[in-house]
């Protein structure tokens, strides 16, 4: 079992607030992972963590073999180590295709010799719009962004952080927003990704955490409190405790 992201003892304060305890664990590559927890758990603080948005106060995390403990972001970017934000972080303005062209061509140094090139950019653009094209929104990729329905726009940050190549997807509640009947799409369509893709999300509908994850991670009060696969953890009355007792989503 090959591993793409683990994490040894990390550890994160804010003031006396322990956001990170001792936080441990192994997403083996290909893995669906999924990290749930009530809200102020701590979560979105860990993928803050291990893109390097904020700096540990201890611990230890790698990226497959290679130790990114203090690892600029956008090295992790590079390595592979690429997330989507709990807020919607697009340009209204643009459409799918320029923006994911955009993205495509930034990865590939493209961006900075935009107009001598022009060849490759059209290698480019058909990149972006077979990334479009596998998230299932290739058909509104003319459409300015602000007019795309918000699944659509959920689905469009997430072929951003496919243009990068990524190897470890982290995804921040990727249905946040979406309206309920809809996200068992999104979600429908984030599980078609390739299988060569890690993907740890965070999500709070338990129907869709249940179903699309091969193993989840429960957070509460900045600890993993355990781990399991689904149905160890549907069964493990403590879950039910700690999420009725505070959030109840479940
Ligand atoms: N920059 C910060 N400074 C101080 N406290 C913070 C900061 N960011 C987050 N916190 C606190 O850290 C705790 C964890 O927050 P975090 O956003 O990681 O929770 P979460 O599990 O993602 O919650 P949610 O499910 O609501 O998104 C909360 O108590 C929050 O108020
Ligand atoms: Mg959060």
């Given at each position: 079992m090959t591993i793409a992201l683990s994490a040894k003892g990390l550890e994160k304060r804010f003031g006396s607030l322990v956001v990170a305890g001792d936080i441990n664990f192994e997403v083996p590559v290909g893995q669906r992972c999924a990290l749930i927890g009530p809200n102020g758990a701590g979560k979105t603080t860990l993928i803050n963590l291990l893109t390097g948005l904020l700096p540990l106060d201890g611990g230890e995390i790698r990226l497959g073999e290679v130790d990114?403990?203090?690892?600029p972001p956008q090295h992790r970017v590079r390595g592979g180590l690429v997330r989507t934000f709990q807020i919607n972080s697009l340009f209204p303005r643009l459409t799918p295709l320029e923006a994911v062209t955009m993205a495509v061509c930034e990865r590939t140094g493209e961006a900075r010799d935009f107009v001598r090139r022009l060849a490759t950019h059209e290698a480019a653009i058909e990149e972006a719009h077979d990334i479009l094209k596998s998230l299932r929104i290739s058909h509104v990729c003319y459409r300015e962004t602000r007019e795309l329905a918000y699944g659509q726009q959920r689905l469009l940050e997430i072929a951003l952080a496919l243009a990068t190549k990524p190897r470890v997807l982290l995804l921040d509640e990727p249905a946040a927003g979406v309206p309920k009947d809809e996200s068992g799409e999104l979600f429908n369509v984030i599980d078609g990704l390739s299988r060569d893709l890690t993907i740890f999300f965070i999500e709070h509908d338990m129907n869709v955490v249940f179903r699309f994850a091969s193993r989840i991670l429960v957070m509460v009060g900045g600890r993993l409190l355990l781990e399991g696969t689904p149905r160890e953890i549907a069964a493990d009355p403590r879950v039910r405790e700690v999420y009725l007792g505070k959030a109840g989503h479940v």
């Open positions: 990114i403990t203090r690892a």
